[in-house]
């Protein structure tokens, strides 16, 4: 079985930034999709940033602001995000898919204070 294990959430100010990390149980290096997601409370669970043998893509709210980056030496994928608002408030949930297997962390709550 395998687990991804986000942390790196917290509180922060408006404008902040903030960098969320996701480790996998395993090594990442022939995984197919890796990302983020986000839930916002009352709104359905949405694409932040995914990397797939395709290329990278970032949701419309967050491209230019967020940057999603993997260290395959570190089994691990972050998410370094920038110039925060209220409306990233939500939890943060890894993504990861192999083969036809997907799997997702537990997330880690991100609260931006105005």
């Known amino acids: 079985q395998v687990q991804l294990v986000e942390s790196g959430g917290g509180l922060v100010q408006v404008g902040g930034s903030r960098r969320l990390s996701c480790v996998a149980s395993?090594?990442?290096?022939?995984?197919?999709?890796m990302g983020w997601y986000r839930q916002a409370p009352g709104k359905q669970r949405e694409v932040v940033a995914l990397?797939?043998?395709?290329?990278?893509t970032y949701a419309g709210s967050v491209k230019g602001r967020f940057t999603i980056s993997r260290d395959n030496a570190k089994n691990t994928v972050y998410l370094q995000m920038n110039s925060l608002t209220p409306e990233d408030t939500a939890v943060y949930y890894c993504?990861?898919?192999?083969?036809?297997?997907?799997?997702w962390g537990q997330g880690t709550q991100v609260t931006v204070s105005s």
């Open positions: 395993r090594t990442i290096f022939s995984w197919n999709d």
């Open positions: 990397m797939t043998m395709y290329g990278t």
């Open positions: 993504y990861a898919k192999l083969n036809t297997n997907v799997y």
